[in-house]
């Protein structure tokens, strides 16, 4: 057993790069969104990029609930997936997901400040996403470390964040992209479109989208592989 979740992290980040090799995981990001084309409709393409990116964040939550059903049952989770799902959630968000939402919630608050304003604090939000992480993190790493820890607060920790991703992204579905749809006008979204493309602004990194798209790939590789272990 691991004496901490920072060296586990460090082990998986080693492993992940390999099977990345093996597997020629990138072909392609998120930015390839499904049904639109980018230069067809700015504004449609925005929010569909988005809603992908929502669907591969729940796509790696069901993995870390799956493994959380493991240690309900008292048996023991594949803890290299549970520490790369961490990883992701801590990287991913913030470096990718995050700043495009931003974007389209400033452009939103200088063409209706009243709709954006029933959004509320979107920064807050995103920031109770990472406090509750960090929370999850530090019970793995206690459990790693066969520190005492009642298995119900373990399980209750990684749903709450489980649960807080889930609400906050049905929240944006439901009120943030319609009211940016309604609200921001083409020129908004060429705006948005033109600094995402911008190869000088601070926000853009050169792979980036590939590169977690490709971590989020081998999640799900890794978990596939778990599942049929157990199976056995």
Same mark, same amino acid.
């Given at each position: 057993?691991?004496?901490?979740?920072?060296?586990?992290?460090?082990?998986?980040?080693?492993?992940?790069?390999?099977?990345?090799?093996?597997?020629?995981?990138?072909?392609?990001?998120?930015?390839?969104?499904?049904?639109?084309?980018?230069?067809?409709?700015?504004?449609?393409?925005?929010?569909?990029?988005?809603?992908?990116?929502?669907?591969?964040?729940?796509?790696?939550? &069901?993995? $870390? !609930?799956? #493994?959380?059903?493991?240690?309900?049952?008292?048996? %023991?989770?594949?803890?290299?997936? *549970?520490?790369? @799902?961490?990883?992701?959630?801590?990287?991913?968000?913030?470096?990718?997901?995050?700043?495009?939402?931003?974007?389209?919630?400033?452009?939103?608050?200088?063409?209706?400040?009243?709709?954006?304003?029933?959004? &509320?604090? $979107? !920064?807050? #939000?995103?920031?109770?996403?990472?406090?509750?992480? %960090?929370?999850?993190?530090?019970? *793995?790493?206690? @459990?790693?470390?066969?520190?005492?820890?009642?298995?119900?607060?373990?399980?209750?920790?990684?749903?709450?964040?489980?649960?807080?991703?889930?609400?906050?992204?049905?929240?944006?579905?439901?009120?943030?992209?319609?009211?940016?749809?309604?609200?921001?006008?083409?020129?908004?979204?060429?705006?948005?479109?033109?600094?995402?493309?911008?190869?000088?602004?601070?926000?853009?990194?050169?792979?980036?989208?590939?590169?977690?798209?490709?971590?989020?790939?081998?999640?799900?590789?890794?978990?596939?592989?778990?599942?049929?272990?157990?199976?056995?």
């Amino acid at each position: 057993m691991a004496a901490s979740v920072i060296s586990h992290a460090g082990e998986l980040r080693r492993a992940c790069r390999g099977r990345q090799t093996q597997r020629q995981l990138i072909r392609g990001g998120v930015l390839a969104a499904p049904g639109v084309a980018p230069g067809e409709d700015k504004m449609a393409y925005m929010i569909e990029v988005l809603r992908q990116e929502h669907r591969n964040i729940e796509s790696l939550l &069901g993995v $870390l !609930e799956r #493994e959380l059903s493991v240690f309900d049952r008292g048996d %023991r989770p594949d803890y290299e997936v *549970v520490l790369a @799902v961490i990883d992701y959630f801590k990287d991913y968000p913030d470096s990718c997901h995050h700043p495009k939402e931003d974007m389209i919630l400033e452009k939103l608050k200088a063409r209706d400040p009243v709709a954006a304003a029933t959004i &509320g604090d $979107l !920064e807050a #939000e995103h920031w109770e996403g990472t406090k509750r992480l %960090r929370r999850v993190a530090q019970a *793995v790493e206690r @459990v790693l470390s066969d520190q005492d820890l009642v298995r119900e607060s373990v399980t209750n920790i990684i749903r709450d964040f489980i649960n807080h991703q889930r609400r906050h992204m049905a929240m944006e579905e439901r009120v943030v992209f319609p009211a940016t749809l309604s609200a921001l006008r083409p020129e908004d979204w060429a705006d948005i479109a033109l600094k995402l493309a911008d190869l000088s602004d601070p926000f853009y990194q050169p792979g980036f989208e590939q590169k977690f798209n490709g971590i989020r790939r081998n999640i799900l590789k890794m978990e596939e592989e778990s599942e049929a272990e157990r199976a056995d």
